[in-house]
Nanobody, 121 residues
Framework: QVQLVESGGGLVQAGGSLRLSCAVS????????MGWFRQAPGKEREFVAK????????VYADSVKGRFTIDRDNAKNTMYLQMNSLKPEDTAAYYC??????????????WGRGTQVTVSS
């Protein structure tokens, strides 16, 4: 059974930082695109960032560009999202995703259960 497990969420003040992790178990996803999505209460899920299987290509939503950094360590089957200069509007449940389609990650077959990030002002 494949599992994606997020960790690192929590409560932080505006301007602070958090580092999210997504650990893959059950098999190795070294050839899969991985990424992060988020969803705030009453809002649609939105794309945050993604990274190609070899880490060579990254894409960020405009809202987080310059503040967030995505990376991965395939040897550890783990993906990370370093979030700096956090804003209250970053408050959301953050979900890890993994899939075989780099251009349509939203269709990924595997999702984590989410980790809550709350940024207070």
């Amino acid at each position: 059974q494949v599992q994606l497990v997020e960790s690192g969420g929590g409560l932080v003040q505006a301007g602070g930082s958090l580092r999210l992790s997504c650990a893959v178990s059950g098999r190795t996803f070294s050839t899969y695109t991985m990424g992060w999505f988020r969803q705030a209460p009453g809002k649609e899920r939105e794309f945050v960032a993604k990274i190609s299987w070899n880490g060579a290509n990254t894409v960020y939503a405009d809202s987080v560009k310059g503040r967030f950094t995505i990376d991965r360590d395939n040897a550890k089957n783990t993906m990370y999202l370093q979030m700096n200069s956090l804003k209250p509007e970053d408050t959301a449940a953050y979900y890890c995703a993994a899939g075989s389609d780099y251009y349509n990650l939203g269709s990924s077959a595997y999702w984590g259960r989410g980790t809550q990030v709350t940024v207070s002002s």
